[in-house]
């Protein structure tokens, strides 16, 4: 299971931390990301971490503003977003177990969604 938390109201250039623990098994060997959906649009990915070797992943729109890191010890991957907009504005999931090429996530492998909301 995937706890997700750190979401929120914050202003246009402020900064917000996800974070997503795991609250069985490790995420070691797994890739381990966040993906996010905003209203009336699809589900998209937005950073990834291959957790075993640290290979990252950001979406083009979030590249220089967010980064994804990881904490072997807690079990937990955070997203740093940093200078946000309001097209940020999404809910934003994370998910383990994808493809790395398909971003695929399997059943059961998403954790709860957590919104973030950017006003202008």
């Known amino acids: 299971q995937l706890q997700a938390s750190g979401g929120g109201l914050v202003l246009a250039g402020g900064s917000l931390r996800l974070s997503c623990a795991a609250s069985?098994?490790?995420?070691?060997?797994?890739?381990v990301g966040w993906f996010r959906q905003a209203p009336g649009k699809e589900r998209e990915i937005v950073s990834a971490?291959?957790?075993?070797?640290?290979?990252?992943f950001y979406a083009d729109d979030v590249k220089g503003r967010f980064t994804i890191s990881r904490d072997n010890a807690m079990k937990t991957v955070y997203l740093q977003m940093n200078s946000l907009k309001p097209e940020d504005t999404a809910v934003y999931y994370c998910?383990?177990?994808?493809?790395?090429?398909?971003?695929?996530?399997?059943?059961?492998?998403w954790g709860q969604g957590t919104l973030v909301t950017v006003s202008s």
């Open positions: 998910a383990a177990g994808f493809s790395w090429d398909t971003w695929y996530v399997p059943p059961g492998y």
């Open positions: 069985r098994r490790t995420f070691s060997g797994y890739n």
């Open positions: 971490i291959r957790w075993s070797f640290g290979t990252t």
